[in-house]
């Protein structure tokens, strides 16, 4: 189709599909601003490339960047997409490379596509240059057979982040290993602004790991590191990497740009993503434009994949599971008619790598994708952008504009998909343009995380010993003191040394074994589920995190890989495996009941306490128990709700006998208390939910990293009474990034609580009858007689809380007296979980464990007992040490051991902590 076709064809957009346009918006575009590149200091190799490899001269922030660089500092760059950054890269790598003819250079990119496309890029400018120096990539595609071999004949190695902490950091007794290290004088790393969240958390002890055994090696180095526009990025980088930086901000891009046109569209189809199919499907006939589509989940990308694989042919609906075939390229073969393929984070090696292949080859229209592909990796001649929603962060929308009009005018195609940030832009479409950037949600003070890094660093035979050459006894650990460490690691590092270990994180060492380089991956705080496709092979079919199990793959689900159907027949969860088999095209979502929030109220848990007029908000540790009860499924026009347990009589191969899939974990979170909440019509969910998206309206977090819940006091003490409600926002982080206490910030929580109206009239709208998790019935309408009495009291209750937003806050420096320990009247009394009450087991997943009995071990105290959830029928005791057994806040209830009788002595204490309602 001609170019004039095209412009027809979006004459009468959206109109051809019957969807309203809610504004449209043309981003100018602009003219490049160059300068020569007169840096004195720079080696002339480096000048010279410059010079005839850009006639014309260099932007701006790549010139101020060299000067920086010239200086001996550490650079990051923090400009758009598609402004040449990766330039500053090779010219800081020729002027090290071309003055040490024995140094090295490890470039550091966060997806192994990126890498992979940037390897030739490198090589080519450094012949250009006339540096004698080989480029090599070491990542998870390169046999481990080669890769010293890989060292020993390449100077520049590029390289992920999950390489150095799996291999290299692990190879460290190696000659070829030893001597990069040795002669390292420049580390680059881009994209620094994914570095977030738990991936950023985990590469922060990454990057100080590596440079502390660079320095004991006798190396040293400078970073140069590029971002995306992102809130505060010199914090960022000196968090990230230990170090101090220089900056170079968006106020000194001067690289050109293309005009974008961005429309706002009101979908008329009551399914969303039929409706973006229908998009889709106009897109590739009625123009000739190459798009890609952002979606905000795994399972969006799937679902819309498996639409556009239906239309292939009849045949493709009509297969039999069985028959499935394993040839990925088969899989792909079924999107052909549309030529749009899938891509997301989970996907095997070989799998992401021939439709990268495809992608950057031309041959195909598009993709569909999640956030994965926001990165820089450049694929060709796009010209459309779909948003299934409002990014939320501006950082987000503008990388996701940046991937469009590379080459020329693009358009920027924005969804409405009825979410509360949604409506709020489109009623102000020019908002758009100034959405929060992202900011740095880097958490280094999570003792999960920190000592994941102190087993890698500190554990006999470790990264220590390894430099050392000596025994561990012979080594003691001093961590270089020219490297900023957040505080509390050097002490774990010590601990762990000298076998100390605290006993909550002793089930980390115990998941480790030997190899804890291995065991936790940098994108997660727990060991990785692997699915498996059943059969002699247990053929892999991606990885998922717990939290994205309990979503994806419970027992029972229906699980999509590469818009394939899986029926998830058997979850392994101490084993961290899943085994699928083949399945018809249906589609599954888990019944879950609301989390369940038992929070730790002594001082040592609570970090933050106040009170604003008649409300109550702490900060504090808690204890999260989220669980599926169940699954619907929904086949063509049939809804099935399925309970557990549940017999292979009801799905075929699938025996699963609990009456629930759980996870309990350990975060913090906010609870928030006010008097509204007793009122008998207010829904107290609807309400936090509000508050949740009020929260994110402001601060631009991922979703996906925050939960909200409700539940009733269990304890009397200062303003609190048991059997009041409360509301709860928490961390999703196994061990928090404390990101929902963001929420106390003085410049945070006035403006979600003037913004809680705004949020509160989407959620209100929205409120429907609650289904029963218990029926198995189809429940898609459900009445509820009271339902607009419940919406007129939930929108009060909302309206009073937004006027806590001009309310003084008071600290509370003793927020709560109960949940002290009850100290022994003799030494010879132990303190106990009383049989016949339960706690959690650190180390079987954080189980609940009802004690039946304590008696006493040559090695200490032992509760004897059996899990809640125990089989029918399974009568197996279990036993474990006293200190493996950790308390329900709110719910355990306490004992005296006698030492020298044995006998339990039942005591009146406190009981400190809130029970959730759904219990």
């Known amino acids: 189709m001609d170019s004039q076709a095209s412009m027809d064809a979006w004459a009468v957009f959206p109109q051809q599909l019957g969807w309203q346009s809610a504004g449209r918006m043309l981003l100018p575009g602009r003219e490049a601003v160059t300068g020569l590149l007169d840096v004195p200091g720079l080696h002339p190799a480096a000048l010279e490339y410059a010079s005839s490899a850009y006639p014309n001269g260099l932007y701006q922030h790549q010139i101020a960047s060299m000067r920086a660089f010239v200086r001996g500092v550490s650079v990051c760059l923090s400009t758009r997409t598609a ?28 997806q192994r596509a990126l890498g992979a496309e940037q390897e030739e890029r490198w090589r080519a400018a450094l012949h250009a240059a006339g540096v004698a120096a080989e480029v090599g990539r070491i990542d998870g595609g390169i046999d481990v057979g080669v890769r010293e071999r890989v060292l020993r004949n390449h100077r520049v190695i590029i390289s992920t982040p999950d390489v ?4 290299f950091l692990s190879s460290l007794d190696k000659p070829p290993v030893r001597r990069f290290l040795r002669r390292l004088r420049l580390v680059v790393v881009d994209e620094v602004h994914t570095y977030s969240g738990v991936f950023g958390s985990n590469a922060a002890y990454l990057f100080r790991r590596l440079h502390q055994a660079c320095r004991r090696l006798g190396g040293d180095y400078r970073y140069v590191c590029a971002s995306a526009t992102i809130e505060s990025p010199e914090h960022h980088v000196r968090r990230l990497f230990g170090v101090p930086f220089e900056h170079v901000g968006p106020d000194f891009d001067t690289s050109p740009r293309h005009p974008v046109t961005v429309e706002l569209v009101q979908p008329s189809d009551a399914d969303l993503l039929q409706g973006l ?24 990308t799937e679902m819309v994949s498996t639409i556009l694989a239906r239309r292939r042919s009849q045949r493709q609906e009509d297969l039999e599971p069985e028959d499935e075939g394993a040839q ?120 999960r995380v920190q000592y994941i890094h102190a087993l890698c660093l500190a554990r006999s035979g470790g990264e220590w010993d390894m430099v050392s050459g000596v025994p561990s006894e012979d080594a003691p650990i001093v ?124 001082h040592e848990a609570t970090k933050r306490a106040e009170q604003r007029g008649d409300a109550v908000l702490v900060e504090t540790d808690l204890q999260i128990r989220e669980q599926v ?67 994110l309206l402001v601060v631009p977090f991922d979703r996906r990293d925050l939960g909200f819940a409700t539940g009733t006091l269990r304890l009397d003490g200062l303003t609190l009474r048991r059997g009041q409600r409360f509301l709860c926002l928490y961390d999703q982080t196994y061990g928090s990034l404390r990101l929902s206490g963001r929420l106390l910030d003085p410049d945070v929580f006035p403006e979600v609580f003037r913004r809680l109206p705004d949020a509160g009239r989407v959620v209100v709208r929205n409120l429907a009858p609650e289904p029963d998790l218990e029926a198995d019935e189809d429940q898609s309408i459900v009445s509820d007689p009271w339902i607009e009495l419940k919406r007129q009291a939930t929108w009060e209750a909302i309206l009073t809380l937004s006027g806590l937003a001009d309310t003084p806050s008071a600290s509370i420096l003793t927020p709560f007296a109960g949940g002290a320990e009850v100290a022994a ?39 004897r007992g059996h899990y809640a959830d125990t089989s029918a029928g399974d009568t197996c005791a279990v036993i474990w040490p006293v200190e493996a057994i950790v308390d329900i806040p709110g719910v355990t209830e306490w004992a005296w051991f006698d030492l020298e009788t044995g006998e339990v002595v039942d005591i009146q204490e406190p009981r400190s902590g809130f029970v959730n309602t759904n219990m």
């Open 277 to 300: 199919v229908r998009l889709l499907n106009w897109l590739t006939t009625r123009t000739s434009h190459r798009v890609i589509v952002f979606v905000d989940s795994r399972r969006q």
């Open 83 to 110: 402004s040449g950054k990766s330039l500053v890269f090779f010219l800081a790598g020729i002027d090290v490379l071309a003055r040490d003819p024995n140094a090295t250079v490890l470039a550091i990119y966060p």
């Open 629 to 695: 009860v169940g699954f619907e499924e929904r086949r063509g026009g049939r809804r099935l709700r399925m309970a557990y347990p549940i017999a292979s009589r009801d799905v075929r191969g699938l025996s699963y006998t609990r009456r629930t899939f759980a996870r309990t974990f350990f975060t913090t979170g906010v609870l928030l208390r006010h008097p509204v909440f007793e009122e008998p019509l207010v829904v107290a969910d609807a309400v936090a939910e509000a508050i949740y998206e009020a929260l």
């Open 164 to 167: 150095l902490h799996a291999w």
């Open 825 to 863: 009247a003799s030494d010879r009394l132990r303190r106990v979980i009383r049989p016949g009450s339960s706690g959690l087991a650190l180390h079987h997943d954080n189980d609940e464990f009802v004690v039946e009995r304590v008696f006493f071990h040559p090695e200490g105290l032992r509760y």
């Open 479 to 602: 961590l270089d003191r020219e490297i900023e460490w957040p505080d509390g690691f050097a002490e774990l590092c010590q601990q762990e040394r000298t076998g100390q270990v605290p006993l909550e994180l002793q089930s980390i060492k115990m998941e480790a074994g030997d190899d804890p380089n291995h065991s936790f991956p940098l994108r997660d705080v727990e060991v990785q589920f692997r699915v498996q496709l059943r059969g002699p092979n247990l053929e892999r079919r991606g990885q998922l995190s717990y939290g994205q199990v309990l979503r994806e793959a419970y027992p029972g689900a229906v699980y999509y890989y590469m818009a394939r159907p899986y029926r998830v027949v058997q979850v392994h969860t101490h084993r961290r495996e899943i085994i699928v088999r083949p399945e018809h095209q249906y589609f599954t979502r888990p019944l879950m009941p609301p989390a369940t929030v038992y929070p730790a109220l002594h």
């Open 328 to 447: 990925l390229a088969e899989d792909l073969a079924a999107f052909e008619p549309l030529q749009i393929l899938p891509y997301r984070a989970g996907y095997e090696e070989e799998d992401r790598r021939e439709i990268q292949r495809r992608l950057t080859a031309g041959g195909v229209r598009g993709v569909i994708s999640t956030s994965a592909l926001e990165l820089g990796m450049d694929i060709p001649n796009l010209d459309v952008a779909v948003l299934v929603g409002v990014p939320a962060s501006g950082t987000s929308f503008w990388q996701r504009l940046g991937r469009v009009g590379r080459h020329g005018p693009g358009r920027v195609i924005v969804i409405h998909t009825g979410s509360v940030l949604d409506v709020q832009v489109f009623r102000h479409p020019e908002s758009l343009l100034e959405r929060p950037l992202q900011d740095s949600t880097l958490y280094l003070e999570n003792r």
